[in-house]
T-cell receptor, first 115, second 114 residues
């Protein structure tokens, strides 16, 4: 079964710390992987999209890496700020017939950055 | 572009009532999706569409119906609402076939069934 897992479920860090969020997936045959941010009671904001042929993507203080062979992606946040507090979701589009480009989501990591 | 819009933002239904959640995108995307998110969980796919007139079931389709008569609109119909359908519903769209198929999400509809 194609699954996406995010560990830990929650993370609390002091402001200014660099941190890594982890995402693992069960099948290396993926089309792409997308990281989202979700604030409480709000919708999803796309942060980074990594195609299967890419190893990493960067946007500002965020860097996402992809290792298909090991079924892992990481989201690195540099110099964390209280405004980074949110739930971060990892989602994968797996290859295969009838997939329809659908995203399979992990359960998310709830990040709290303390001032 | 407005992107993906959803209405209503909030709704309370009684058991057995029905309603339609509206979703519209103005990006000329061919693929559209309906996901639901239960508290503390990731999103699960309800239905998706690869183009006007073509729909298919996702992981959790029971109790829902969809239609896609135009490229822009993808309404989700709840018949005979049940408490298990209390959730937040997100519509999303993408253009599959391009080099990048980032999915864009609407703001969500928060539904409570009592």
């Amino acid at each position: 079964k194609q699954e996406v897992t995010q560990i830990p479920a929650a993370l609390s860090v002091p402001e200014g710390e660099n941190l890594v969020l982890n995402c693992s997936f069960t099948d290396s045959a993926i089309y792409n992987l997308q990281w989202f941010r979700q604030d409480p009671g709000k919708g999803l904001t796309s942060l980074l999209l990594i195609q299967s042929s890419q190893r990493e993507q960067t946007s500002g203080r965020l860097n996402a890496s992809l290792d298909k062979s090991s079924g892992r992606s990481t989201l690195y946040i540099a110099a964390s700020q209280p405004g980074d507090s949110a739930t971060y979701l990892c989602a994968v589009v797996f290859l295969g017939k009838g997939q329809g480009g659908k995203l399979i989501f992990g359960q998310g990591t709830e990040l709290s950055v303390k001032p | 572009n407005a992107g993906v819009t959803q209405t209503p933002k909030f709704r309370i239904l009684k058991i057995g009532q029905s309603m339609t959640l509206q979703c519209t995108q103005d990006m000329n995307h061919n693929y559209m999706y309906w996901y639901r998110q239960d508290p503390g969980m990731g999103l699960k796919l309800i239905y998706y569409s690869v183009g006007a007139g073509i729909t298919d079931k996702g992981e959790v389709p029971n109790g829902y119906n969809v239609s896609r008569s135009t490229t822009e609109d993808f309404p989700l119909r709840l018949e005979l609402a049940a408490p298990s359908q209390t959730s937040v519903y997100f519509c999303a769209s993408t253009y599959l076939g391009a080099p990048y198929n980032e999915q864009f999400f609407g703001p969500g509809t928060r539904l409570t069934v009592l």
